[in-house]
């Protein structure tokens, strides 16, 4: 994918899909949203990280860096299969318009339960080979993962540390008598993932037949307690309890006085240079597998890291460390070949940053949003944009446009009415219209800000947990055709139809 090409794309996540099985999916809806892509002349729909959803339902807290999301393997297919019957909907159904994960979970596993059950009492001689032969070439990641999956299942959710010291140690002969025992819940994680895989690799052809490129998200790091860590903890910093000794996060700044602690553990970025970054290479494989372009979320980290001490319970102590920066990408390209990567390179922002991004040849990112707390001379007000970037409205850690617009100071609302030629009722457009004709290449709009919705329908709110983050969906009855009327003639006027 050229990175250079004007273009604009809609910003949704597959769970915010509907569907009638609790939350968005593979299924019908997401082939509907393509159309609608299409018919709105845009040409890439970016995601969020499609992996396992982690701590506080976020997909940036995964057990697996590799593997996709339960969640989102669509019970059609399946059916269609006969490997399951049409699920019995909870008394009541699901709430359109919000994932209730606690609800959702047990609910879609049980069902995937089912279905893998069916697999093994009838599937065709060609799904049963297909399958041998996809666990075959995921096998690098994939053992481990479903290995580990079983065995948190037998452990009832309790972190890989606390269980049995020779299964947390990876003892060779614990691990065999355990794959043993666990057989037939390994096959169960193996079948979902072969599920994900080959159900969102028949979205993605869709999409792309219809001239749409999809854009993924790949979070920088990964969970304390996932498969990952789990099979390589020499790769992270850990003391001999396998604890982190130090934690990600990002320093106090305007989004909060605390600062983030994430709590993900750090790289030892000194062991993963021995072996020339090849986790990253076979992550960054399996992303491109998957996506036409990513994101790489915190970019800045690779420049430079912010490191907590474990013990801290917020993010106001700590310390910045040098990361990896361009030697990891050159290792990288080294296996891969040209890399289309976006670099999210929001937040405290420094010369190393700025530098290791253009050396890498990246596009980096510009919120409209955060454009109208200074002058005519801050760096996301379109007018002062270079082509290497794409610009958002926002993203889903922001406000919606309409929400901006309401908690704005005076003096923000003051210059955006002025310099946007907008007010409360038209915002969003403005916003929209603005990003379409500046010379950045891309232009990226979440769903709700083409929706015009309010602060109510956002995404997340960064360095809280829990409800409502994540669970946002819409429903068709909300869309109509004149969003996506205007989003076409936005796109033709301004050049991107890619």
Not at 158 to 182: F, I, N, V
Not at 228 to 240: I, K, Q, S, V
Not at 350 to 370: S, Y
Not at 449 to 475: C, E, Q
Request: proline share 7%; with cysteine; aromatic share 12%.
């Amino acid at each position: 994918m050229n990175l250079a090409t004007r273009r604009s794309g809609v910003l949704l996540h597959i769970t915010s899909l509907p569907g009638p099985h609790g939350t968005g999916d593979f299924g019908p809806s997401a082939l509907h949203f393509v159309d609608w892509l299409a018919s709105a002349k845009q040409t890439i729909w970016q995601l969020l990280p499609t992996t396992p959803i982690g701590p506080g339902d976020s997909p940036y807290q995964s057990v697996s860096a590799f593997a996709g999301s339960p969640l989102m393997v669509a019970f059609e297919p399946l059916m269609a299969r006969g490997w399951m019957s049409a699920p019995v909907l909870p008394e009541g159904g699901f709430d359109a318009h919000r994932t209730d994960f606690g609800k959702v979970v047990p609910w879609r596993m049980a069902h995937l339960r089912q279905a893998h059950a069916g697999f093994v009492a009838a599937a065709s001689a060609a799904d049963q080979a297909s399958y041998t032969e996809w666990c075959q070439e995921q096998a690098s990641w994939l053992d481990d993962y479903a290995l580990f999956m079983a065995l948190e299942t037998a452990a009832q959710g309790q972190p890989w540390w606390t269980w049995a010291k020779p299964l947390a140690t990876r003892d060779a002969k614990a691990l065999a008598k355990a794959r043993k025992e666990h057989a037939a819940e390994i096959q169960f994680w193996q079948f979902v993932q072969w599920c994900f895989d080959w159900q969102w690799a028949e979205v993605k052809a869709y999409a792309n037949s219809k001239g749409i490129a999809i854009m993924g998200d790949l979070p920088i790091f990964i969970a304390h307690h996932s498969a990952d860590c789990w099979a390589r903890p020499d790769l992270y910093e850990l003391d001999a309890q396998f604890q982190p000794l130090d934690v990600a996060g990002c320093p106090p700044d305007d989004m909060g006085p605390l600062g983030q602690r994430w709590g993900n553990p750090l790289y030892n970025w000194e062991k993963m240079a021995e072996e020339d970054y090849a986790w990253w290479s076979a992550r960054m494989a399996r992303a491109l597998g998957q996506a036409d372009v990513f994101r790489i979320d915190h970019f800045r980290g690779f420049a430079g890291y912010y490191a907590i001490p474990a013990s801290s319970p917020d993010a106001t102590v700590g310390t910045w460390r040098t990361g990896p920066g361009k030697a990891l990408f050159e290792a990288i390209e080294r296996a891969l070949g040209p890399l289309p990567i976006l670099a999210e390179d929001l937040g405290f922002i420094t010369e190393d940053v700025i530098a290791l991004r253009d050396a890498c040849g990246f596009p980096g990112m510009k919120i409209l949003q955060f454009g109208f707390g200074g002058d005519g001379t801050h760096e996301f007000l379109p007018h002062n944009y270079t082509p290497a970037s794409v610009v958002y409205t926002g993203t889903h850690d922001n406000d919606t446009a309409r929400g901006w617009w309401d908690n704005a100071t005076d003096a923000e609302r003051d210059f955006a009415g002025t310099y946007l030629a907008c007010g409360p009722h038209d915002v969003h457009w403005a916003m929209m219209r603005a990003a379409c004709n500046s010379v950045s290449a891309m232009a990226i709009f979440p769903l709700q800000d083409v929706l015009g919705l309010p602060s109510t329908h956002r995404m997340n709110v960064p360095g809280t947990m829990g409800s409502p983050n994540w669970a946002w969906r819409f429903t068709w009855h909300m869309v109509g055709p004149e969003p996506g009327r205007v989003l076409g003639l936005m796109a033709k006027t301004s050049g991107r139809l890619g």
